[in-house]
């Protein structure tokens, strides 16, 4: 394959140069996985460029840090390493390096299998759109609760699960659970959720993180970011609103939670940065920065019922986001919490002040209240079985795109007996 | 050294034959660290064992499970293989299998360095104790509130933060962060955390665990459960309380877990099996078990001010726990969340009706209203730098003792700014 051809065919679509976002692949008929970054229809073997000696320059260490089957040993490398690898990339893609002569490095896309690219340690989900806080609020305790006391001074986050953590394309299978009693002084009941959500999030890889008792200052803070992924954090609202009280959510949201394959570099971002909503009162200076915080990301979420056709149910933007990624990990370590290198972090549902933009059916629907029209017959509240939803994004400028590619999970009914 | 002394010797001891409990050390002047088993005033290295042929029967797989720096290889393996490693090592000890010859197996105590024995990937802390939770309550919502409608119905549980979970004797520095407003219209308050807590209780080690969409039933649970460890879930009250609405702990949690070096087999603790507290009402079916579900396990906490005399600060007992740990995990993974080896489950604080039963400072001074005498002129409400917490439990039974050790940590100061 002739490589200059592909990044000629590749400039015109989401995956051109200018984004060069990471993967874990297995190659056609092979078990083993290893690094790969996609260009156009087409993947790069990661593993076969280090062993030629494309990324001398990087100093990436005596161990292959591609040939993994993760991106952790890369993410751990720092900065300064994923700076010099996409610059030998760029130069080997503008042909001022010449390809390893006789290495097959190039697999097109639809024949490998894509893997989650990533072993996370932790999990942290934050909350940080202020539109979603305001929405959820409301509907759960009214319009003069809707944000509580603590919203506007820091960005309120969660442990999530980090062992359920799935790639795009794995089915999600609806979730037993305890559900509040319908009457008060009985039993709750027990059955398979009937209030299926989707969240639409953005994720982002830590790395290389603080030891523990340090931590990073909001001006490092960006430093420890490795890229962005779309993630859905799959929710079950009738399990959640019963047990959520007093220490927040858990069997409601463990059940899944999903990235999309491709990690976009934050360097590669850097062009669509944009000044993030203003805040008003002031963060306390560990919060405070000079430099804008937020990324204009276009973001969508379409549901395909069974047999039906795509329905978009919403199109937000990252650059909603209150609190940036920034500030949530300046926050997040505040304390000393370490993190570690290809840590997962998440922005909680990013939702705009339009109803078109917010980003999961608790408030698309205000609690149930309002059924969506899916255009063809179909109303939905919450998801049903066989329901695909597929979560979308990309950054535009003048006309040249850089995207995400796909986060789509579909639901598998919910097994037969409680226990299965 | 004579094995069979050895064992002479540990009989009276909390690591006699009866016990065995497994830990990750590095034998003096080595770096790379291996599987032990702990007896009397020593530990035997359970590498050279295994290389030596004494598990052959246990199955363990082509690969070394001991020769690895944490327990996880062992733990995957499953009950049936602890089950026959235990069995030839009980018959080694008791002379009925002769020692590999010519081989150095056996370390003192003294000489060897202690890790943390397990690699956890997801640390979930229940507040499984009603004593524990209906203090909390009444402390932060008065008494008509001690336990929220869920609390008799389900295991309530949050995820905790894996990175910060370090092994007994680790120093914990005190964190920064923000507090509650002294004004409620002005800005909240930054700076070390004032209120700092320890909270007692037991962790458990999960194995082999279930596979993501599958649940356990309550009646398989205990396969799933390798060891037992004494866990202090340090917590800073000032830091949690303004945080955690809507979604739980957090930064007041997760910047510091203490685990005890010693995993205690669930085999060695069958004999300390009783029934835990009548449950009214009658859980849901899922959670309901035929087989006493609770353990025997008398535990304590202890404070040592800089420079002052050990005191018992509470004398309490695993048996109070009214979820047990085969609910916990039933519960857990009632909606198909994954358990993986390694992961670690804990009971919350551990309290029992009486005041000097109370897990934490914040019910033993209920709030910080009543400081607490030490009885050298030394009073406490919260924790102090230079303090030193040290929690013991063992379980007993006809004058015989088998002993989980300790876990303790001592407090150093913050760091002098915010930015560290």
């Known amino acids: 394959m002739d490589l200059l051809k592909i990044v000629r065919d590749a400039e015109s679509s989401e995956f051109s140069p200018r984004n060069l976002p990471y993967c874990v692949f297995s190659p056609p008929q092979e078990p083993s996985a290893r690094v790969g970054v996609r260009l156009g229809n087409f993947l790069l073997d990661m593993g076969v460029l280090e062993s030629a000696g494309l990324f001398k320059q990087a100093a990436l260490g005596p161990k292959s ?7 952790n040993a890369f993410i751990a490398c720092g900065k300064t390493a994923w700076h010099e690898v996409r610059r030998a990339l760029l130069a080997l893609l503008s042909g001022a390096r010449r390809p390893p002569g006789g290495l097959s490095f190039i697999y097109p896309r639809q024949s490998v299998l894509l893997r989650l690219p990533v ?3 932790d999990y942290t989900d934050f909350y940080a759109s202020k539109h979603h806080a305001s929405n959820v609020g409301e509907v759960l305790r009214g319009k003069d609760q809707r944000l509580l006391n603590n919203w506007l001074r820091l960005p309120v986050a ?7 953590i799935v790639v795009s394309g794995a089915g999600i299978r609806r979730p037993w659970g305890q559900t509040r009693p319908r009457d008060p002084n009985g039993p709750p009941e027990f059955s398979p959720s009937a209030r299926l959500d989707f969240e639409l999030e953005v994720g982002y890889l830590i790395g290389p993180g603080n030891s523990l008792g340090d931590s990073i200052s909001i001006k490092a803070a960006e430093d420890h970011i490795f890229g962005l992924v779309l993630l859905n954090d799959w929710s079950a609202r009738d399990i959640q609103s019963w047990e959520y009280q007093p220490l ?13 394959p491709w990690v976009v570099p934050l360097e590669a971002l850097q062009p669509y940065r944009v000044a ?3 805040q008003d009162p002031a963060p306390l200076p560990y919060l405070q920065s000079e430099q804008d915080g937020a ?3 276009q973001l969508e979420a379409w549901l395909t019922p069974p047999n039906g056709q ?22 997040h370590t505040s304390n000393g919490c370490n993190l570690r290198p290809g840590d997962l972090l998440a922005s909680g549902t990013v939702s705009g002040p339009e109803k078109s933009e917010r980003g999961c059916l608790l408030e698309l629907t205000w609690g149930g ?6 255009g063809d017959g179909n109303q939905r509240v919450w998801l049903q079985d066989g329901d695909e939803l597929t979560i979308t994004g990309w950054c535009e400028r003048e006309g040249a795109r850089i995207g995400f590619g796909s986060n789509s999970g579909r639901i598998i009914p919910a097994h037969p007996s409680p226990q299965h």
């Not at 840090?65 to 991106?71: C, E, G, K, R």
Request: negative net charge; proline residues 8%.
């Open 248 to 260: 927040g959510p858990f069997l409601g949201k463990n059940f899944a939670t999903t990235i999309s």
């Open 369 to 374: 209240d309002e059924p969506i029209d899916l």
């Open 310 to 331: 795509p329905h978009r149910l919403c199109y937000t933007n990252f650059s909603y986001l209150y609190w940036s990624m920034a500030q949530q990990i300046a926050h």
């Open 158 to 164: 969660y442990h999530g699960r980090a062992s359920s």
């Open 65 to 71: 840090v591609f040939n993994q089957p993760s991106l």
């Open 276 to 278: 993030g909503p203003k």
């Open 295 to 297: 990324f204009d990301i």
């Open 119 to 121: 072993e996370i340690g």
